[in-house]
């Protein structure tokens, strides 16, 4: 009985500690800057801690899921907002946010610094931070044993050569997976994109739900599978050597760089309405768009920096080019269009 | 007699677990689907009719509905002579092989779908083998994004909750009944159908109910290993929720989906009450034998093999794979874990990781079966005293037992998405707090404890109670003396289960975690999130060390005595 009664004393507590629990902010304790952002989000410790130096602030981080889902619980957060600062809504998902109207404007001076073409809002209500392309990758050691040469064009992928050696995701859920879809749509037209999906789908092409499975499940350079060819980022190969056991030699993968194969995705930032602390938020806002900051996303995000003072890292050099001729879409467009892109795929390519 | 204020005291505590229902399950849903379905007050009707007439989530709730319905039947079918010898025999490695079949409970599906593409995927080891074997092209074995590999994957998944919960309700059942039976002439098939079975009812359609929503409300098996041609009503909700934002025909589904299993969960207690039954359970291990003849031998072990095979092979290849390096065996992965490579401020240790995901659970399981125990007390009671009431008198105890369920058949992300909006206002200030992670884990847990230990305490007599009473024994005298060695196991599975599902969960753990807290399955994504062979390997090794925290968990538990009750 003894078990009992202290069961009902931990519960009595318990539900007494919740109920009074996250108890108000007192006068003498520094301001707290929150940050949202997806999953992906990393930082170096150190930048944070100088940052939180500098300004007598403390940043509190949290990540809400992916990119849709983050976005969407920023939305349905309405006028208690999550965070202060929102990070890493995307060109695809930029309309949803702007219509619920999610953002304070906020002209950041350091704006000046960012590269031409990404999309600057004119309203100023977000900031561009990082850009990312969404490209095909290949197993390099795969295509030298099979004595193949590598696609180097969309249309490679529907050529009986390669059949049954992709596997790509989800547009109706993964990111990649809706770039790779844009992707097509820019290169063969809404007249023509869901012939060249049915060309890919008599031709094998193995669409799973995200990009874990398909990058950790089939793709040949990183898993048990069999598909040499997988829709991933520009960056990934980096990424392959950054964390590779051992440096290797060359990078185990490749991504396919020739003009209108990638979609660039570009994420920006910008300041939740209804914060109470908006002088605050401006600071991490600067701080976010600096070049410091800046020079830590490409090997801590693996995508590339958005401020033209930034310094990429050697093995970005080396390894992590860009792409040239990227596909960039208006996200006017896309929003007007996705959800009927989505479904008629969705109706070709896995019905 | 008792005094009013005690009596009061009682109440009072009795009411805790619908007090905490209220509060975290039925507050929250009631908030999101308020929200989605009646936006300016006015019920969207067009939205909340919608499943019920288009033919595309027809087809989904059709799919959902005889996908689940197979793989519960596939699950029983498949744990029944396990649980049988469990219950009934006495083994080395006994405590080991049950750990194994419930460790799959904590696995994110992402790596079990990689464990399994290992396995039995077009490049698997058993593939390759296969192939080479009968000088194929190619592997015999093509299971990935079909049926298959999801009732493969939901009986892997579910296997130990048949075993689990049938086992602890065969130990009590003393075997004496069947062996009269086989003495007065039964055939032992006969006597099987029309004594045991019977008497396992209530387990069995106890253990079968909670598969059956499990598979109901099946997502990351559906997603992930059946691929983007399959959806259950959970995943459309995501879909609609997430994807497309469509919050009205998300709330919509989420709505039907409970009303569904309400259903069925009320025509369920109703049988379980018409079973009514009340059985001569016995505490003793009496019931439990060593092996003796060569048959016993054959079943016992070849029981053990099939769970090796079925649940074992899966996990061996997972902690196989995360010793493999790319040039042979190594400890690198599991190295490289304590080594904050870059600096990143999301690096975990994984000492802390295990001890905030130990905690929660822990936390988790104390709340769920506490509230677990006092709702079944109340409601076994109830049940008793209104069984002489009428028709009418027993509706109200059904009709909450099948209440108290709906928690684990709703949508995790309606109820995510539910805490967001309702919990982060006054008087409910929860969201930032750490302390509403054991809570969201225990509302799903409750219906699980519940599940454990109803059919027990509807099993044991009155008499004993009564007779307990009449020698003098209070009320906790009895309850200790009568109901707790009887209720033993079966908290004890509840128990488990509580544990595990915390210790797994992951939904709430990201939309609640901050970096202050990272538990071990936040610090698994992270890693699957990025390329790179040190990723996936510190992936593997992180999913081992929640293999092994769940493990030494169970055996810790199990071990866990009260009084001096002998062995299990």
């Not at chain 1, 957060?77 to 949803?96: E, K, Y």
């Not at chain 2, 003393?174 to 003495?183: D, F, N």
């Not at chain 2, 709906?406 to 919990?423: E, F, K, M, Q, R």
């Not at chain 2, 009887?486 to 908290?491: D, H, Q, S, V």
């Amino acid at each position: 009985m003894k078990h009992v009664k202290v069961w009902i004393l931990v519960l009595l507590l318990g539900v007494l500690g919740s109920a009074c629990g996250s108890g108000d902010q007192t006068a003498d304790t520094p301001a707290v800057v929150r940050l949202m952002t997806h999953d992906s989000f990393d930082v170096s410790a150190e930048l944070i801690a100088s940052f939180e130096a500098e300004t007598g602030l403390d940043v509190e981080i949290f990540k809400a899921g992916d990119g849709g889902e983050m976005l969407n619980k920023a939305i349905l957060a309405g006028d208690a907002p999550l965070a202060d600062v929102l990070f890493g809504v995307d060109n695809t998902f930029l309309s949803r946010a702007l219509e619920n109207d999610l953002f304070l404007p906020y002209e950041s001076p350091v704006l000046l610094e960012i590269r031409d073409g990404l999309e600057l809002d004119p309203e100023y209500r977000v900031s561009p931070v990082d850009y990312g392309d969404i490209c095909l990758n290949y197993d390099v050691a795969w295509f030298e044993e099979a004595q193949l040469p590598p696609p180097d064009s969309l249309e490679d992928l529907a050529d009986p050569m390669y059949k049954g050696l992709t596997v790509v995701e989800n547009a109706a859920t993964s990111t990649p997976g809706l770039g790779f879809l844009l992707a097509t749509v820019e290169r063969f037209g809404e007249d023509g994109y869901l012939d060249y999906w049915r060309q890919l789908v008599a031709n094998d092409v193995l669409i799973v739900d995200g990009w874990e499975q398909a990058y950790y499940s089939y793709f040949t350079a990183a898993s048990e599978g069999d598909r040499p060819i997988v829709v991933s980022y520009a960056s990934s190969p980096v990424a392959e050597v950054f964390y590779a056991e051992e440096p290797p030699a060359s990078a185990p993968t490749a991504a396919v760089l020739t003009d209108g194969t990638c979609f660039r995705q570009v994420e920006f930032a910008g300041i939740l309405r209804g914060t109470k602390v908006e002088k605050e938020a401006r600071l991490l806002v600067d701080f976010i768009l600096d070049q410091q900051f800046q020079e830590d996303i490409p090997l801590k995000m693996f995508v590339y920096p958005a401020n033209e003072t930034a310094v990429l890292p050697e093995l970005f050099q080396k390894y992590g080019h860009a792409a040239d001729k990227p596909v960039q879409m208006d996200p006017a467009r896309i929003t007007a269009n996705r959800e009927a892109w989505i479904q008629a795929w969705t109706d070709v390519a896995l019905r | 007699m008792i005094g009013s204020a005690r009596s009061i005291a009682v109440v009072a505590i009795f009411l805790l677990p619908a007090v905490f229902f209220a509060l975290f399950y039925l507050y929250p849903l009631g908030s999101i689907l308020r929200l989605g379905l009646m936006p300016e007050g006015r019920l969207n009707t067009a939205a909340l009719l919608q499943p019920l007439v288009n033919p595309n989530l027809l087809r989904i709730v059709w799919f959902t509905t005889w996908q689940a319905f197979v793989s519960t039947v596939l699950t029983l079918l498949l744990a029944f002579p396990g649980a049988y010898v469990l219950a009934r025999f006495s083994f080395r490695g006994k405590t080991l092989v049950r750990t194994l079949a419930t460790l799959p409970f904590v696995l994110p599906t992402v790596v079990v779908a990689a464990a399994f593409i290992a396995l039995i995927g077009p490049s698997g080891v058993i593939n390759n083998w296969l192939r080479d074997l009968l000088a194929l092209d190619r592997g015999p074995i093509a299971l990935s994004q079909t049926i298959w590999i999801i009732l493969l994957a939901h009986v892997f998944y579910n296997y130990s909750v048949v075993l689990r919960l049938l086992s602890a309700y065969w130990q009590n059942l003393p075997p004496s009944m069947t062996q009269a039976a086989q003495m007065l002439g039964a055939s032992p098939l006969r006597a099987f159908f029309e004594v045991t079975l019977p008497l396992l009812r209530p387990a069995i359609t106890s253990a079968a109910t909670l598969v059956f929503i499990f598979c109901f409300t099946s997502f990351g098996v559906i997603i992930i290993l059946g691929g983007p041609r399959f959806a259950t009503i959970e995943v459309e909700i995501y879909r609609q929720a997430v994807n497309l934002f469509n919050l009205p025909l998300a709330a919509a589904l989420s709505l039907w989906q409970i009303i569904f299993t309400f259903i069925l969960m009320w025509v369920y207690t109703r049988t379980q009450a018409r079973l009514g039954q009340t059985v001569k359970a016995s505490a003793g291990k009496a019931a439990e034998r060593p092996v003796r003849t060569p048959r016993e031998k054959w079943l016992v072990y070849g029981n053990v093999v099939a769970i090796v095979i079925l649940i074992g092979a899966p996990l061996l290849a997972l902690v196989a794979r995360s010793f493999r390096g790319q040039r042979g065996p190594t400890l690198l992965y599991y190295r490289s874990l304590f080594i904050n490579q870059d600096d990143s401020l999301f690096f975990v240790p994984p000492g802390e990781a295990i001890l905030n995901s130990i905690l929660i659970a822990f936390g988790a399981m104390i709340l769920a079966v506490s509230l677990g125990l006092l709702a079944a007390t109340v409601l076994s009671r109830w049940e008793r005293n209104a069984a002489g009431n009428g028709r009418l008198g027993a509706l109200i105890p059904r009709t909450l037992d099948a209440l108290l369920m709906l928690p684990l058949a709703t949508s995790a992300v309606t109820l995510g998405l539910g805490y967001l909006i309702s919990l982060g206002r006054p008087p409910l200030n929860l969201r930032d707090s750490i302390i509403i992670l054991p809570i969201v884990h225990a509302v799903v847990a409750v219906p699980f404890v519940m599940r454990a230990v109803l059919p027990g305490f509807r099993g044991i007599q009155p008499s004993l109670r009564e007779a307990a009473a009449m020698l003098g024994a209070d009320g906790r005298h009895v309850w200790w003396e009568v109901d707790w060695p009887l209720l033993r196991r079966a908290i004890l599975a509840g128990a488990i289960y509580a544990f595990t599902i915390s210790l797994g969960e992951f939904g709430a753990t990201v939309f609640l975690a901050r970096p202050e807290t990272p538990t071990l399955p936040v610090a698994i994504y992270r890693f699957l999130g990025r390329p790179g062979a040190l990723n996936y390997g510190q992936a593997l090794a992180m999913s081992v060390l929640l293999m092994g925290v769940c493990a030494v968990a169970f055996v810790v538990i199990e071990r866990f005595r009260f009084g001096n009750e002998g062995e299990f």
